[in-house]
């Protein structure tokens, strides 16, 4: 289940080739016997070629090109939301405030979350691959992302590696392809897990802590600071693409920890690692150059919560294509959905959106990743330019069918 290199994204106004963005996700690590727990494991020889699975696609910073646009503001459904009966960061309550402790260190903060983070080896037929979750419930709920579990068929199998080495069978629950998110569970009972945060409270230069399984090697802690928010990211994998309105964080982030979480120095979720950004490096190595992507926790809780439930989630619309040719600033309407929030609203083709609750749009990816991370139900205000005036509209999100 590797994820094939993409070729290099595109260019930026100046000519030069920008930042990329690939998903952090292992290579094979050695398979071990299914079905006995617990079970040692052993890691011998991960490391070789480890990094060659690794997809390399656009840091969307400035602009993307194709359809993109089309496919996450239009009523139209997020690729491959897959329901199974289908990875990252969907959960229960968080962790009373009152009662989180206040760790002295990485250190301490590393100890307590270690027993609840898990390395996933995922095969599928003759593909394989390792990646990284956590355990959300002691029932056995892990979150991880869509592109480490969310493409295993009928016959794939999902093994998943405790802090302690022991092993358990993970069974897919269901996945969404569109926020990079899966969730995988575990017949066991009792387990340790995350507290869940806000990452509404995060601020640029917060402490961050990654944990997970870079390169098979299990029960890695890096640490770092949130280095921005709001980063808007697109990344592609297993046919499908991403939008994520990402914490940014310097914290070491490589292939493998794709679906761990991201802590704050309270031992709090922030954040589900996701993706990194690379120099671009066709068939070469990739890994960590201190710019990794996280999916904020308050729209990874409200994926995972409706998988839980149902099996899949909903994305949010506000119902009209975009003309992802129009260099911007602002993003332009070119088609709008009849009976969509949209067409209610009064939006028109033609019609520049510039801003969304009052945030500057400078082109259409910023302005589906902001839509995303929203649900359906929610209300945006839009400013819009049409014939030369700028005005504001209200507009009722709806789930894309």
């Not at 869940?196 to 399984?213: E, I, K, P, Y």
């Not at 066709?282 to 308050?298: E, K, Q, R, T, Y």
Request: proline share 7%; charged share 10%; no cysteine.
């Amino acid at each position: 289940m590797s994820v094939p290199t993409m070729p290099p994204g595109p260019a930026t106004q100046s000519g030069n080739q920008g930042p990329y963005v690939g998903y952090p996700y292992g290579p094979p690590s050695t398979p071990a016997p299914m079905g006995s727990e617990p079970k040692k494991k052993s890691y011998a020889g991960l490391i070789t070629g480890a990094i060659a699975g690794v997809a390399v696609v656009g840091l969307v910073a400035g602009g993307i090109g194709g359809a993109v646009g089309y496919l996450a503001a239009s009523n139209a459904a997020s690729p491959e939301a897959a329901a199974v009966s289908t990875p990252v960061v969907a959960e229960p309550e968080a962790a009373a405030g009152p009662s989180t402790p206040v760790l002295t260190g990485i250190a301490d903060l590393a100890a307590q979350a270690q027993p609840a983070v898990v390395q996933l080896n995922v095969g599928d037929g003759s593909q394989g691959g390792t990646g990284s979750g956590f355990v959300i419930s002691e029932d056995g709920y892990i979150v991880t992302n869509h592109h480490v579990a969310g493409g295993v068929g009928e016959n794939g199998t999902v093994e998943v590696v405790f802090s302690d080495e022991s092993i358990a069978t993970g069974t897919l629950v269901g996945s969404d392809a569109g926020y990079d998110l899966a969730v995988v569970k575990v017949n066991r009972d009792g387990l340790p897990s995350l507290p869940l945060g806000t990452s509404s409270d995060v601020r640029v230069g917060d402490v961050a802590v990654a944990l997970g399984s870079p390169l098979g090697l299990q029960g890695t802690v890096t640490s770092g600071i949130v280095s921005a928010l709001e980063r808007p990211v697109t990344a592609g994998g297993q046919g499908s693409t991403s939008f994520i309105n990402a914490i940014q964080t310097d914290a070491a982030i490589n292939p493998g920890n794709s679906g761990g979480p991201l802590l704050n120095g309270s031992g709090e979720v922030i954040g589900v690692n996701t993706a990194i950004a690379t120099l671009g490096a066709v068939g070469g190595a990739a890994g960590s150059i201190g710019l990794g992507f996280a999916i904020p926790i308050d729209t990874a809780q409200r994926i995972v919560d409706e998988i839980i439930s149902t099996g899949s989630s909903s994305t949010p619309v506000i119902g009209v294509s975009l003309d992802t040719s129009f260099p911007g600033p602002g993003a332009r309407v070119s088609e709008v959905t009849p009976g969509s929030g949209a067409d209610e609203a009064g939006l028109l083709d033609g019609d520049v959106i510039t801003a969304i609750d009052g945030d500057v749009i400078a082109e259409s990816t910023e302005l589906i990743v902001s839509i995303r991370s929203n649900a359906p139900g929610d209300s945006v205000e839009l400013t819009i330019l049409r014939d030369g005036r700028t005005q504001d509209v209200t507009v009722t999100l709806t789930a894309a069918e």
